[in-house]
């Protein structure tokens, strides 16, 4: 139990295959107080219990289950929790482009927060280390996303690197524990993020709680993180842009991005009063 809320967490899978563990579930359905759903078709296909128990039901909506546009799948995917999502008691998204895509009446655009106890400023010869680059004193690109994730536009990336005319390496975010991720990033000269789209990306908030200096598209809500501050860029989807903004990054050795996790209330107590403000709104 944590700020006076008890919760039961059910996996109930990524894909509408999860729909079937929905059936197994009614127990704690019928112990709950409320439902709160992560991801659009959990969403969806957890629906029923809100009309059959009449049990207010939350939804978040994390980017593409909204905003897939790659592929008829993800179209059609998207279309299908667009127009349920006029149904749940509060849609909660995670940016003003996703908020317009919801049907819901009720809607808050509230961003996953970051954990700022495991994200923090490393020091770089200690990161490289944890991560086995000990003796490398290169520049050290990090791609903030997995290549096999057509989404994250590793292709982009790979352009952009071809002109930088420096000795460097590049990492991937790719089958990393977690609780390692905070090593690569502090280890890194830059992070860099090329998405074709993101509703609020975490990668980027967790960068910014290790002030490293950032490379991005200007895509989700990133723009309002990243806007004015020093070391971090906004660019376009071109490679030999995003190039020139990784050689500028470099410049930087840290940033102070950290600050305005806080000031923007994206660290997780800040984030977690938003979610329980939520409950009491519908529960009540």
Known sequence: MRKGISISVKEIGRFFGGYRKVFFIRKEVDSADLIHCHFGHVGT???????????????????????????????????????????PDCAIVMSSEMAAKIKARKKKIIPYGTNTELFKEIDISH???????????????????????PVKNFCLFSKSLAH?????????????????????MNAADVCVLTSHYEGSPNVIKEAMSCNRPIVSVDVGDVRGFLDGLRGCFIVDRDHRQIADAIKKAMEFRKTDARQRIFELGFDLDATAEKIVKVYREIYN
């Open 45 to 87: 296909i957890c629906l029923p219990w809100r009309f059959l128990k009449h049990k207010p039901v939350v939804v978040s909506y994390c980017g593409s289950d909204i905003l897939g546009n790659r592929g008829m799948k993800q179209v059609f995917f998207s279309r299908i929790n667009s127009f349920f999502s006029r149904f």
């Open 164 to 184: 930088l005319n420096i000795e460097f390496k590049y990492l991937v975010l790719e089958d990393i524990p977690y609780a390692e991720v905070p090593y690569y």
């Open 127 to 149: 990161a490289r280390n944890m991560i086995g680059l000990k003796d490398y004193k290169g520049a050290l690109v990090l791609f903030l996303g997995e290549k096999r994730v």
